[in-house]
């Protein structure tokens, strides 16, 4: 594990694993699909169940990628490490990719369902804070030049909205609220029909598998970023060594 | 598939599809073009370090 934490190390390692991850989630997604829409309709909501085999694995997605930058952020203000650092940065934009989709998709089932796209409701306001948190993270990240102060700002404004995950998660329970309470992750089991489990299960793995092959290729181009910005202050250094007058002068 | 909210599925499934391909592209063209930017960079380096050598 400190091995794969090493920058070389990871690229290297994940340079041989990604197509193996890339295909298995397009294999997943393919499956998943087929099973969407081979699954028998809802007898309440009809075809319009069809929309939950996107939206919720978004939104379990919207959360648990918040999380990983939780972890993220503890190991660059507790350890301080580099990849830490492009763990975090590299999945805010993911992360609000999802609870776009998560959002987006839930209001195009609230209208048939409900009546209405929208209402300020516990569960839809916390995940709505949610995707407002991932803009700023990314806004903050890009508003920092020194990558080490952004990270470490970063961190503090992502541990200080993990608050948001329980609400979230609880939001059901605690308030009154016109979103449904949990249905699959229940003490007494599961209350979806098996026929309409299995395309949830298989489109979440899908999801998961975007999530991790997309988190893996933008760390990696965070790393790049920073190779790319030593190369260049290096190859500046030289230029400047060469012809120390012309850097004097400003240029 | 007669299902009298057949646009609100249809809408569901292109913005999902939208946003998944822009995630992609967002990850892949940025790793394109630092893969260049670094390629870049790496011949100015050895430019320099080749100038300096002639030099000395």
Same mark, same amino acid.
């Given at each position: 594990?400190?091995?794969?934490?090493?920058?070389?190390?990871?690229?290297?390692?994940?340079?041989?694993?990604?197509?193996?991850?890339?295909?298995?989630?397009?294999?997943?997604?393919?499956?998943?699909?087929?099973?969407?829409?081979?699954?028998?309709?809802?007898?309440?909501?009809?075809?319009?169940?069809?929309?939950?085999?996107?939206?919720?694995?978004?939104?379990?997605?919207?959360?648990?990628?918040?999380?990983?930058?939780?972890?993220?952020?503890?190991?660059?203000?507790?350890?301080?490490?580099?990849?830490?650092?492009?763990?975090?940065?590299?999945?805010?934009?993911?992360?609000?990719?999802?609870?776009?989709?998560?959002?987006?998709?839930?209001?195009?089932?609230?209208?048939?369902?409900?009546?209405?796209?929208?209402?300020?409701?516990?569960?839809?306001?916390?995940?709505?804070?949610?995707?407002?948190?991932?803009?700023?993270?990314?806004?903050?990240?890009?508003?920092?030049?020194?990558?080490?102060?952004?990270?470490?700002?970063?961190?503090?404004?992502?541990?200080?909205?993990?608050?948001?995950?329980?609400?979230?998660?609880?939001?059901? +329970?605690?308030?009154?609220?016109?979103?449904?309470?949990?249905?699959?992750?229940?003490? +007494?089991?599961?209350?979806?029909?098996?026929?309409?489990?299995?395309?949830?299960?298989?489109?979440?793995?899908?999801?998961?598998?975007?999530?991790?092959?997309?988190?893996?290729?933008?760390?990696?181009?965070?790393?790049?970023?920073?190779?790319?910005?030593?190369?260049?202050?290096?190859?500046?250094?030289?230029?400047?060594?060469?012809?120390?007058?012309?850097?004097?002068?400003?240029? | 598939?007669?299902?009298?909210?057949?646009?609100?599925?249809?809408?569901?499934?292109?913005?999902?599809?939208?946003?998944?391909?822009?995630?992609?592209?967002?990850?892949?063209?940025?790793?394109?073009?630092?893969?260049?930017?670094?390629?870049?960079?790496?011949?100015?380096?050895?430019?320099?370090?080749?100038?300096?050598?002639?030099?000395?």
């Amino acid at each position: 594990m400190v091995n794969l934490a090493n920058p070389t190390t990871f690229v290297e390692l994940t340079r041989r694993v990604l197509p193996w991850l890339a295909a298995a989630t397009a294999a997943l997604f393919v499956v998943g699909l087929w099973l969407s829409f081979a699954a028998p309709p809802d007898y309440q909501q009809g075809e319009t169940v069809k929309i939950m085999y996107l939206h919720v694995p978004a939104a379990w997605m919207a959360t648990f990628v918040y999380a990983v930058m939780a972890a993220a952020a503890l190991g660059t203000l507790v350890w301080r490490h580099p990849l830490a650092d492009a763990a975090q940065k590299a999945a805010a934009p993911l992360g609000a990719g999802f609870t776009f989709i998560c959002l987006v998709t839930g209001s195009l089932w609230g209208k048939p369902m409900w009546g209405t796209y929208w209402v300020w409701d516990a569960r839809l306001t916390s995940v709505l804070v949610l995707f407002i948190l991932y803009l700023g993270l990314i806004a903050l990240w890009r508003a920092i030049d020194d990558p080490g102060r952004a990270a470490r700002a970063a961190a503090i404004l992502t541990l200080v909205g993990a608050v948001d995950l329980p609400i979230i998660k609880f939001s059901v +329970d605690w308030w009154n609220t016109l979103h449904q309470p949990a249905s699959v992750f229940r003490l +007494d089991g599961p209350m979806i029909a098996p026929e309409l489990l299995m395309p949830l299960i298989v489109m979440s793995l899908a999801f998961t598998g975007l999530f991790l092959t997309l988190h893996v290729m933008a760390i990696r181009n965070e790393i790049l970023r920073r190779r790319i910005a030593r190369v260049t202050m290096l190859a500046a250094v030289k230029g400047d060594r060469l012809a120390p007058g012309l850097a004097a002068g400003g240029a | 598939m007669g299902d009298p909210h057949l646009g609100f599925i249809i809408a569901a499934y292109v913005v999902a599809a939208l946003t998944i391909g822009a995630m992609i592209g967002w990850v892949v063209l940025d790793g394109r073009r630092l893969n260049a930017e670094l390629a870049r960079a790496t011949r100015a380096l050895d430019g320099a370090r080749g100038a300096k050598g002639e030099r000395q």
